[in-house]
C-alpha cells in the first residue's frame, strides 16, 4: 500500500543505503580554455614619435586629436601565426605595415626649413614569445624592420616641396605587448615597438644644402584587432572553442582599387590646372575599416580609420566634374592613414511602430522606432547624412563622376579628403523626416585647415512615396556657408584698374568673411523591380569663390540603374547617365580674365556647360567583390570649347566585408 501510494504521488521512497549506491556520480566539468593556434590577418591604428639626427628638420604630421609629430597618428594592417604550446607558452610570427600621416601645413607654415624629413612607413618581421593566461597574453616581439625615408627639399617659401628623394634603410625592432580574446573569432592588442633603422646618407650638394646624414629611431605605439582563422584560413576552426558573439560592436572593411586614363586630346593652350593634352594615367587606392560600439540604450560611437594612396588625373585637376569619385585632394605617392570619422551617434525613439536596422558598415544590428529623433556629433562627411540617393552616391560602387554622386553645385563643407566636424539633427517619421546640420568650413578655398570662425549649415527635407506601386524618394535641401573667400567681381575690378597685378593674388589678398547659398533637389524612384531612375539639380549663387568642393555653379544630371536579374546575374549592375555643369556671369568672367578656381582653370576661357556622359559594368565576380569597367565622355572640360572632349575610361576593384 506504501509503495503503491508513492507511486501515485510520483516519488518513489527507497530505504537510504539504496539511494546513496545507486545515484550516479557527477563528473566534474572541465573548463575549456581558449586556444590561441592559427593564422589571423587584422588592422592596427596608433600614435608614434621619431628622431632622424640633428639637422634633420623632422616634417611635422598629423597628430588626429594628439599633437603633431615626426610619424603623427599611425595606422596599417598586420598578419600572423600563433602556436599554442601544452604548457601555455605562444610561439608566433609576425609581418606587418605601419603608414605616417600627411604634414601639418599649419605647423610647418610656423617653422619653414630648407629640407624636411620624414618616414613614409615602417615594415617589420617579428617573433612573438607569449604566455596564455586563457583569453588573455602578454608576450615579447622583435625582429627585422625596415622604412623608407624621404627629404623633401622645398622651395624659397621653406614650405612647397619642389623635390623629394627617398631611400630604403633596414634595421631591427623590439618591442612588448598583450592581446585579449574579446568575442567570436576577435581578439584586441595593445604593443608598443621600437624600431632602429641604418643610416643614410643624403647628398643634397645640387641644392646648396651640403650632405644630411638620417638615421631613424622611432617609437611606435600600436592598438589593433585580429581576426582568428584556425589552422587553416580557408576553413572554419573544427573541435576551437569559439567566443560567443556580441552584437554590441561591429567591424566592416573596403578596399578600392581604381586606375583612369584618356589619350591626347584637343588643347591649344593650357596652365597648371589645366587636364593635359598629351594623355595621362593615374590609379587611386583606398582601404577603410568601419568600427562601431553600442555604448549605451541608443547611443553609438563610430570609428573610420582610412589608407590612401596615389592620384586622380593631373593631381585631381583639370575638370570641374571630376571623374574619380575616389581621387582626394590630397594625393601621396605612399599610403598615408587619416581618422577619416569618429562620432557620436544617439537615437531617441519615439514608440509605435519598429523597423529592423541591418549589420553594416557604420551601422549597428538591432531594432529601431520609426519615430525617432537622432543627434549625430563628431568627424564625418556631409553626404553621410544628406544628398543620399540610392542610384547615384558611392563612386566605390555606381557612378565615379563627382557631378553624379553628389549635387554638384553644394559647396558642401570640406577638408581636402572630403570630411569635416559638426552636428546633424534628424526628425523621422514613416512618410518624410527633415533633417539639419552645422559644419566647420575650411579656413580658405582648398584649405586642409577646418575652422568654426565661420561655418556651413544645411537643411533637408526627404519625402517618401509610391508611384505607381513603386517606391520613390524626393529630397530637397537649402544651404548656407560663410567662409574666408573673394568675390568674383570684385577681384576682376581690382585687377582692372592695376593691370599690373597678378588676378589670382588679388583674389588672395581681397579674400575675407563672405557667404554663399544655394538649393538642391535629389529625386529617385524604382520604375520596376530592379531598374530605378534619378536626378538631381543643383544651384548656388555664384558671386563667391567656390571654398570647398568643386568649380560648378549649377548643374544637372541624371540617369537609370539596373540590376543583373533579368540576363541571371542579380549582382550585377548597369548604370548609364549624364551631367551637365555651368558657371555664374561672375564666375566665368574670373576664369576668362585668368583666375583658377579649386580644380579648374586654363589661363582664358571659351565658355560652354561641361557635359558628361557615364556607363559602367559592375561585375560581381564572388559576394562582396566587384569589378567594374567605367566609360566617361566630357565635352567642353572645365567649361571651355577650345579643349578636348576627353574620353576617360576606368576600372576598378572593390571588395568589402
Known sequence: MRTAAALASGVLVLPASGRAADLPVKAPVAKTLYDWTGFYVGGHIGYGDAGFGPGTNPLPEQGGLLPHSATGFIGGYQLGYNRQLSNRVVLGIEADSTFTSPADGPALARSPAPFNTTI?????VR?????????????????FAWGHTRINVNDGDGITSIFP???????????????????????????????????????LSGFGLGSVNVDPRIHLFKLGLNYQFGDTPWMPAVGKPKLPESDDWNVHAQTTVLPQGYGPIHSPYA???????????????????FLGARLWDGGEFYFNPELAQGFGLNGTLGLAGFPNGEAQKAGAAFPKIRAQRYYIKQTFGLGGEQEDVADGPNQLAGKRDIDRVTLIVGRFAVGDFFDANAYAKDPRADFMNWAMWASAAYDFPADLPGYTRGAVAEFNRKGW??????????DAPNSDVLTFKTGGSVVEFE???????????LRVGVFANSGNTANYREVLALAAANPGLDINGVATASQRTRSKYGVYVNFEQQLVSDVGLFARASWNDGQNQILSFTDVDRSLSGGLSIKGSRWGRPDDTIGIGGAVNGLSAAHRDFLASGGTGLLIGDGRLNYHTERILEAYYAYSVIKNVT?????????????????????????RIHAEF
Open 127 to 143: 617573433g612573438r614569445v607569449g604566455y596564455a593566461f586563457d583569453r588573455f597574453m602578454p608576450y615579447v616581439t622583435g625582429g
Open 627 to 651: 569589378l567594374t569597367a567605367d566609360y566617361q565622355l566630357i565635352a567642353n572640360p572645365a567649361y571651355n570649347a577650345d579643349r578636348g572632349p576627353v574620353s576617360i575610361f576606368s576600372g
Open 271 to 289: 596652365s597648371p590646372q589645366s587636364l593635359p593634352g598629351g594623355g595621362q594615367f593615374q590609379a587611386t587606392w583606398t582601404t577603410t575599416a
Open 433 to 442: 523626416a527633415i533633417r539639419a546640420g552645422l559644419f566647420q568650413v575650411p
Open 120 to 124: 613614409d612607413y615602417v615594415g617589420t
Open 463 to 473: 519625402e517618401r512615396h509610391t508611384l505607381l506601386e513603386q517606391p520613390g524618394k
Open 165 to 203: 628623394v627617398g631611400h630604403y634603410q633596414a634595421g631591427w625592432t623590439a618591442g612588448l605587448g598583450f592581446e585579449y580574446a574579446v568575442s567570436g573569432n576577435w581578439t584586441a592588442k595593445a604593443e608598443y615597438d621600437y624600431v632602429d633603422l641604418s643610416r643614410k646618407t643624403y647628398d
